[in-house]
């Protein structure tokens, strides 16, 4: 194929190149290749068009030419007149992988010289001995190679030199057809859930028009970009691909935290920048803070900020996604990943920053029948990120934990000392004051509070209980201790729950039934199925007044206080009943779960509170 000269000719060259990187975009989307680079710079320019980065960490380079002058096929002589040998050689020498040539034009003797040094026993003289030497047009278009590359052909190297070059070299013969076309629509088609016109003209365009060019973009980084234009990627049952995955685990992260916020406001914490630095300096950042200070929230608050400045974050809920088994990679194919998740996010963004977001690590103790293996995968996890880091990767680990744990929990407080080295520790404070007044103003002087109601309302989540609470009533609630504030919770909750046609009896069995479930099972969350069909609409209920969530088929409380609450109260009332009871409950002190005896402190909380009031109906 041959093109006019001039102006005509430049303009059908870039349309070409267009379709070509709109091919190889879709690849990258299909993660085949860790990343593409338009127009490379520095030594990687010179003769390439696109840089690919593959997986296994080599690189491959690209040259595209819709044409040749008036020639409809690729000679050895055109490749040198062309620039196209000398160039390839050069870039070939710094040990790329390949070396690829992209044409609609097809290649003669020299291709069938391409395909017998790739189909070789790999010894350079056994290659000139055996498929060059025995055919004169070999020899000679040999001989022709050596002269075009400036070799002695009886160099001491040349053969070695020549058999590299042709081993590495390619002619990818596409054209730029009506064919062509319909395979990129139809590669449009079955990744999107747009017009497969718009997706294949903004992938041939967006390398400019986005201001791409010479920038390394990931299969991450280009999702991310057209997801915010406005594209929608299509859902495919038993994708092997890793971005659905953490799309999916980044979108019930956000789904578990973003409803809960105080007076649907993320309140902003000055520890954010803070966390962000250390992010950039250290392996390991460790948040933590007593029960309650807003950690999920604050993470929530990393997680928008790292994600928007380019960074490829997969957060992990611990309580809701518990690692079920020992194994980084075992609880990689539980989360739906083929392997590890801090190999599958290097995978997609090698050059890219990546963050691992291990969130409520204190759920871990509470489930003494998972705890070993899942802390054991949590240490694999960050010895796994370290690996990476030391290897010159953009890797980091944000974890949150209760303060307690850290001190009280023996192997994690150990674990962390083997790694202190790696870790910069952060602790979440209260809110300030003035954020206080101004999210209560609406119901309450500030100043006309006690000091303990004060220190009470500057803990986040007593704070959003306090504004839930006054909301329903349009008034401010009375109160002194954090007892009092979830008791007028659960009494608004269950007269909400009245005017859904559930009476009170029948949610505090509900609740009972669900609680014992977690209590038994020694986990904060416990699957759908474990509630009756005959119970799905009172399960509805509980899920839009805001007592629990559901999320991957599993019920868990909005928040563990809500939990601790109830399993203290039904603690108080045993005890009240029978001190027996209360023993047999709590079990023998070898078998005391953790979780158990932290609800005997609330259990006793309940009896020392000077007065006592039974459930609002």
């Known amino acids: 194929m041959s093109l006019e000269s001039g102006g005509y000719s430049d303009k059908i060259g870039n349309r070409y190149e267009s379709r070509w990187i709109a091919y190889l975009l879709f690849q990258l989307l299909e993660e085949e290749h860790a990343a593409i680079q338009v127009e490379p710079i520095g030594d990687d320019e010179e003769g390439v068009d696109v840089l690919i980065k593959e997986h296994s960490g080599e690189t491959r380079m690209d040259q595209c030419k819709a044409s040749n002058a008036n020639n409809d096929h690729w000679t050895l002589s055109l490749l040198n007149i062309s620039g196209v040998l000398n160039k390839a050689d050069k870039q070939i020498l710094r040990d790329i992988k390949e070396f690829n040539l992209v044409s609609p034009l097809a290649s003669s003797s020299i291709g069938a010289l391409l395909d017998s040094a ?55 013969q596409y054209n730029s057809d009506r064919k062509t076309k319909e395979e990129l629509l139809d590669k449009a088609n079955l990744l999107f859930t747009d017009p497969s016109e718009h997706v294949v003209a903004y992938l041939r365009s967006c390398i400019v028009e986005e201001d791409l060019l010479r920038h ?38 956000e789904d578990s935290i973003k409803p809960f916020f105080i007076s649907k406001t993320l309140i902003k914490r000055p520890e954010l920048s803070e966390v962000v630095d250390s ?43 518990m690692p079920e088994t020992t194994g980084a990679d075992n609880y990689g194919k539980q989360l739906g990943f083929p392997y590890s998740p801090v190999f599958c996010l290097d995978y997609v963004a090698s050059d890219q920053p990546k963050v691992i977001i291990l969130d409520q690590l204190d759920a871990i103790r509470w489930s003494g029948s998972h705890s070993h293996c899942a802390l054991g995968t949590c240490k694999e996890i960050v010895k796994q990120a370290l690996q990476l880091k030391r290897s010159g990767h953009d890797v980091s680990i944000l974890i949150a934990c209760r303060s307690f744990d850290i001190k009280d929990d023996q192997e994690i407080s150990a674990w962390l000392e083997n790694i202190d080295e790696d870790v910069e520790y952060i602790e979440l404070t209260l809110l300030e004051e003035e954020t206080v007044k101004q999210v209560i103003a609406p119901f309450v002087n500030y100043d006309d509070l006690s000091l303990e109601q004060k220190r009470i309302l500057k803990i986040p989540l007593w704070l959003g209980i306090y504004i839930e609470v006054s909301k329903a009533r349009d008034i401010s609630p009375n109160f002194s201790t954090k007892l009092e504030l979830i008791r007028a919770y659960w009494d608004k909750s269950y007269r909400e729950l009245n005017q859904k046609n559930i009476n009170t009896i029948e949610a505090e069995n509900f609740v009972s039934q669900i609680v014992n479930n977690m209590d038994k099972t020694n986990l904060l969350s416990i699957p759908e199925r474990s509630v009756s069909s005959s119970q799905r609409s009172i399960l509805s209920a509980f899920i839009s007044v805001g007592i629990l969530t559901s999320q991957n088929k599993r019920i868990s409380f909005r928040h563990q206080a809500l939990f601790d609450f109830k399993i203290g109260e039904s603690m108080y009332l045993m005890a009240m009943e029978s001190i027996d009871l209360l023993l047999e409950e709590l079990g023998s002190h070898s078998k005391q779960s953790l979780l158990k005896r932290e609800h005997l402190k609330l259990s006793l909380i309940h009896i020392s509170e000077p007065t006592r009031r039974t459930p609002i109906s």
């Open 118 to 172: 790739k189909n070789s026993n790999d010894n350079p003289d056994d290659f000139y001995k055996y498929q060059i030497e025995p055919s004169t047009p070999r020899i000679k278009d040999f001989t022709s190679i050596c002269n075009y590359l400036s070799l002695n052909v009886n160099g001491s190297d040349t053969k070695a030199h020549i058999f590299k070059f042709l081993k590495k070299f390619n002619i990818i």
């Open 216 to 253: 390394l973009i990931t299969s991450s980084k280009l999702k991310s970009l057209m997801e915010s234009r406005g594209f929608s990627f299509r859902v495919r049952p038993q994708d092997s691909r890793i971005l659905p995955v953490i799309s999916t685990i980044q979108s019930e992260f």
């Open 279 to 321: 992010l950039n300096d250290n392996l390991v950042t460790f948040i933590h803070a007593d029960a309650g200070v807003g950690k999920s929230a604050f993470l929530f608050n990393v997680y928008t900020e790292i994600k928007n400045a380019g960074s490829l974050c997969l957060p992990i809920r611990l309580d809701r996604n």
